[in-house]
């Protein structure tokens, strides 16, 4: 049948054998290339989604969604593994680090959030804040319509690029790196 509202983003597989569309019907389609026809259909957003985006090893679907949450689905079945909250706005982008042990969230409400993937079935998703988790992680980017991008490197918890950026208690900015 397909989507009865807007299309609010469409991404491929990185196989390029599927693509992923999300829309402000509150679901999230995953469709063949080859045939055309729909192969999931992902429910259950109270809201529209903003967008949907496929895990580098293509095994895992996250949807962010106007209702402030994230779902992290199996994209083979559909299945829902985990429903993330804690955004205090419309969630507007998500992805995946390139070891897909992590998935970072940014929210209207000016907040990154870093969520642990790597002990999903143990219950180990959370908040990263500053810890020695989060200096795993090579940077990390920012961007709201209060203020520019900014870049921060993980490892030292420095700013990367001098720019400024209005953060909530989702990351904290360190100090500015010398020029």
Do not use: Y
């Not at 095994?59 to 299945?79: E, M, P």
């Not at 593994?81 to 706005?89: A, D, N, Q």
């Amino acid at each position: 049948m397909g989507h009865t509202e807007w299309v609010r983003s469409v991404v491929f597989s990185n196989s390029s054998t599927r693509l992923l569309t999300a829309s402000d019907d509150r679901t999230a389609r995953v469709w063949d290339v080859a045939s055309g026809d729909e192969v999931l259909c992902l429910q259950e957003h109270t809201n529209r989604v903003f967008l949907a985006v496929f895990s580098l090893d293509d095994n895992l679907i996250a949807t962010a969604s106007n209702d402030h949450t994230v779902h992290l689905r199996d994209s083979q079945t559909g299945d829902r593994l985990r429903i993330f909250e804690g955004h205090t706005s419309n969630v507007r982008s998500a992805c995946f680090s390139a070891d897909n042990a992590r998935l970072a969230t940014a929210s209207s409400d000016f907040t990154i959030r870093l969520r642990d993937l790597r002990h999903l079935h143990r219950g180990g998703v959370r908040l990263i804040r500053n810890s020695r988790a989060l200096r795993e992680l090579p940077r990390v980017a920012a961007n709201t319509a209060a203020s520019p991008t900014a870049i921060w490197s993980c490892r030292d918890d420095l700013e990367l690029d001098g720019l400024r950026s209005k953060m909530g208690a989702g990351m904290q900015r360190g100090p500015r790196r010398s020029k």
